[in-house]
């Protein structure tokens, strides 16, 4: 058998790999945030807890199935997001969110109900200053273009009052208010809930024109709203602007949000703003093409969990095509954000939150210490096993093993900056189980070049021999070990997914370490007579082997 001909150059395949490592590096030192730190999970670094308890509009208990819809559109929230290592588990009436770092804000954004309506605007009237002529011509008032691709160049203005309006609060979600107690101790907190959503509905929701204009002079957007999430489509609506500068009495709904079909954000070049863009389904087009048709020149209102996000005059009409978009005071973060939850739809049911709860790392630092521990003295004890028993080529293992760790450290500092991977004590257990499947990767190589010496070859002639014959071994185990890794992470959940994807990940880096550094460094060590030396490689046993036998061959020849 000829020697493999992709052997023919070793210091060519070292430098492939040495400028791959190059370019992991300077991907983690010189792009981002420029840490070379990867993300830890819960487990490591600790994390921010949020008890959700379940508001319904009777106060009745939630269904578990209810439960059960809300924790999956949470999960699929947090997985839009790249929200790595979060929690969402069902614990009683509640749903419990736990995501790494101490940003409470982040677990409340996630469980926005986001029931999205759009509503005409039949009114509106600035917050401060409510004493002011109400704006019942909205149509002249300059403001963004409710167009199917692009808006206009405007923004809306807040009308002219006596006070300065409050700052805009630069996301898409109103600031929600921790659980507060009871106003009324001899109620229930779900008691009390649902007569503050029945007060504001018979306030806010009303179809009397009288109390619909004593809500509009009423109605306070600096405090919680009651109703959020739990307004009837099919009534009136007054309700403030997320930045609170607009009190708007609103049309019954015309579109749900579960018309949209798609929904994605960019940055208007033109505008220089954040946006969000949303593709309706066939139902949703039309009934928009209905709408803009309607109310050319006038404004219609985006609604989400009761507040007005955005509300735009509609400048041509009807709007065919289904595509429209939104926009406001958003960041680059707070459109995706809001993008990610319409995308995934609304919860079905408003959750009240508690105060965020700080999660102790203590016991997952123990645990990662004593899993670190174990894991070097395992790693000291194959190498001490393959110096006794393959000599110096056991210093070409421990190199291999160093090049695979340093390129799969480099690869967990990019995986959590691009797609948010946090690297928690299941990771690291497969992190450890995929370095010592390389190992193996080692010895079955090591062992094919024995089986050539022990026809007779000498070290240079077996070890390209013995690769040919190696490597197909090698990617036959690591395929079926990929296979593995990758029906665990398509069924687990949790935690043990972290484990199968670090166990995909190394055994994918195995192959590229033994075939970019162990190979090349054994062929180059095999064409040195240093090398090449028994008492060196510790293969004098083998040669040793192959010349007793080749002697009972010439014997039985003469014979």
Known sequence: MPPSQGSAHPLRLLGVYAALLAVIYALVFFTGDKSPTPKLGIDLQGGTR??????????????????????????????????????????????????????????RALATTAKLYIRPVLQAVPAAGRGATPQTAPGTQPAPAAQPTTPETTQPAAPETTE???????????????????????????????KEIQAAKALRQSTDQSVQQAALA?????????????????????????????????????????????????????????????????????????LTGEYVYKRVAFVLDSKVVSAPVVQQGPQQGGRTQISGNFTATSAKELANTLKYGSLPLSFQTSEAE??????????????????????????????????MLGFVTGLSLVA?????????????????????????????????????????????IKDEMREGRSFRSAAPRGWQRARRTILSGNAVSFIAAAVLYILAVGQVKGFAFTLGLTTILD???????????????????????????????IQQVARERKAAEAALGKA
């Open 404 to 448: 695979s760790g340093f390129a799969v450290y480099g690869i967990m500092v990019l995986l959590g900056r691009w797609i948010g991977f946090t690297l928690d004590l299941a990771g690291i257990a497969g992190l450890i189980i995929g370095i010592g499947m390389t190992a193996d990767s080692f010895v079955v190589f090591f062992e094919r």
């Open 218 to 290: 009423t109605m306070d957007c600096g405090k919680a709203d009651p109703l959020a999430g739990n307004d009837d489509p099919a009534l009136p609506l007054v309700t403030c602007s997320t930045d609170g500068t607009e009190v708007f009495l609103l049309d019954k709904s015309r579109i749900d949000g579960q018309e949209i079909k798609d929904a994605t954000s960019g940055l208007n070049q033109q505008q220089a703003r954040h946006e969000v863009y949303l593709d309706f389904k066939s139902g949703g087009s039309d009934a928009w093409a209905a």
């Open 358 to 391: 700080t999660v102790s790392a203590t016991l997952g630092l123990s645990s990662l210490k004593a899993g670190l521990l174990a894991g070097a003295v395992g790693l000291l004890v194959v190498l001490l096993y393959c110096l006794l028993y393959y000599r």
């Open 50 to 107: 949020v008890t959700l308890s379940a508001r319904t509009p009777d106060g009745s208990k939630p269904s578990q199935d209810s439960l059960k819809k809300a924790q999956d559109i949470i999960e699929n929230r947090v997985n839009g997001l790249g929200v790595g290592g979060s929690e969402v588990v069902i614990d009683g009436d509640n749903i419990v969110i736990t995501v790494p770092g101490d940003d409470g804000q982040q677990a």
């Open 511 to 541: 192959v590229v370490v033994v075939f970019l550094v162990t190979s090349p460094l054994v062929l180059l060590a095999s064409r040195t007579a240093f090398w090449s030396k028994p008492s060196v490689n510790g293969l004098g046993a």
């Open 164 to 194: 300065p309006a409050p700052a805009p609060q630069q996301r898409v979600f109103p600031a929600q208010q921790p659980t507060q107690p009871p106003t009324n101790p001899g109620l229930e907190p779900t008691e009390e809930s649902t």
